[in-house]
């Protein structure tokens, strides 16, 4: 199932794309026609809450939806596919970016340098350069603003206290089922499918106050704004091999960076695996993947201005698109 959340004179619908994602199903709708409960159908939470009792109906549904539940995808407005999120963990598992973000900020230095030559070496030497051994002992996340979430062709407002706009590639798991202590192995039955993710990063903010911290406590309010979600929940049935799709950002419509989802070191299990030892994931919490590399402008050296029209596609799931709105810097 391809599942959206929608407006419709002012309120939240749940639906499923189907023809080529031209047209909804409001399962609500749908429900009501078919004598069925319409409750689980109420929003995507409450699908997601509902159980695979309620995800297998969705499916019978969408195969036989009557005209009148139907509607046509561009005479609505698009919400994110899951407006509340009960909880955002963003992880780091693409050891690439770590790579890509530390050789970005080399090359900032050595352009700074009085001594361009000298501070290439040093810099070299230090093992600036190599991805930290302790990445690979296990995975590290922080937990975002789950109030903060906006979906396809919405607007971002770019906070006041920051000048230095960047976009990150990323993509999410959803819980489907809540879960404990489970291992790696069984951690796949409890992803209720995949969104594409923008962890929209104002990078002064960030940087300021990771410095400030004096222990890396991480990215504070440079990150506490926004997260983009959408444009949809694909199920997790409908993507066979979820390590193997390419990621792409475009920028007012030009390619700038390309990917893929098979470069992560920690997979969305391994993520399960080490979350739920400690602590009970619930239904509706967003993951997120990190960064791929070259997923954001720090690495590629992009300058984002008030305006630009941001793209992320990562393949079988679609584009999330989003407008960069930051009027005190023009």
Same mark, same amino acid.
């Given at each position: ?12 619908r749940l639906g499923a794309w189907i023809d080529g994602d031209r047209q909804i199903v409001d399962l609500a709708r749908a429900a009501e ?5 319409? +409750? ?9 809450? @509902? ?18 539940? /139907? ?20 992880? /780091? ?20 340098? +009085? ?38 062709d919405a607007d971002v407002e770019w906070p006041t206290y920051s000048h230095g706009i960047d976009y990150e590639m990323e993509w999410a798991?959803?819980?489907?089922? @809540?879960?404990?202590?489970?291992? @790696?192995? +069984? ?24 410095? @400030?911290?004096?222990a890396n406590l991480g990215p504070a309010r440079g990150k506490d704004f926004c997260n983009g979600l959408g444009p949809c929940i694909v ?37 399960? +695996? ?57």
């Amino acid at each position: 199932m391809r599942l959206i959340t929608y407006e419709l004179q002012g309120q939240e619908r749940l639906g499923a794309w189907i023809d080529g994602d031209r047209q909804i199903v409001d399962l609500a709708r749908a429900a009501e026609i078919a004598n069925a409960d319409a +409750a689980p159908f109420a929003s995507m939470l409450a699908l997601i809450e @509902a159980g695979p009792a309620s995800w297998d109906q969705a499916r019978l549904l969408i195969a036989d939806s009557p005209a009148s539940a /139907l509607r046509a995808t561009a005479d609505v407005r698009l919400l994110a596919p899951l407006p509340r999120p009960t909880q955002i963990r963003d992880c /780091l598992c693409f050891p690439d970016h770590l790579r890509g973000a530390a050789a970005a900020q080399a090359e900032r230095m050595i352009a700074a340098s +009085a001594d361009p030559d000298a501070t290439r070496a040093e810099i070299e030497a230090s093992g600036m350069l190599e991805v930290p051994p302790a990445y690979f002992d296990f995975p590290v996340y922080y937990i975002s603003n789950r109030m903060a979430v906006a979906g396809p062709d919405a607007d971002v407002e770019w906070p006041t206290y920051s000048h230095g706009i960047d976009y990150e590639m990323e993509w999410a798991a959803v819980i489907g089922t @809540a879960c404990r202590g489970v291992d @790696a192995g +069984a951690a796949r039955a409890h992803i209720f499918g995949y969104t594409v993710f923008n962890d929209w990063s104002a990078r002064d903010e960030q940087m300021r106050a990771m410095r @400030a911290s004096g222990a890396n406590l991480g990215p504070a309010r440079g990150k506490d704004f926004c997260n983009g979600l959408g444009p949809c929940i694909v199920t997790a049935d409908e993507i066979a091999d979820p390590y193997a799709l390419t990621m792409t950002v475009r920028i007012n419509g030009e390619e700038v960076s390309r990917g893929s989802s098979s470069t992560m070191h920690y997979k969305f299990e391994d993520l399960i +695996a080490f979350l739920s030892a400690g602590t009970t994931l619930y239904p509706g919490e967003i993951l997120g993947s990190g960064t791929v590399g070259g997923g954001c402008a720090f690495e590629t050296g992009q300058v984002i201005r008030s305006g630009d029209i941001i793209e992320l596609r990562v393949e079988s799931i679609g584009t999330l698109r989003n407008r960069v709105v930051a009027t005190h810097i023009g």
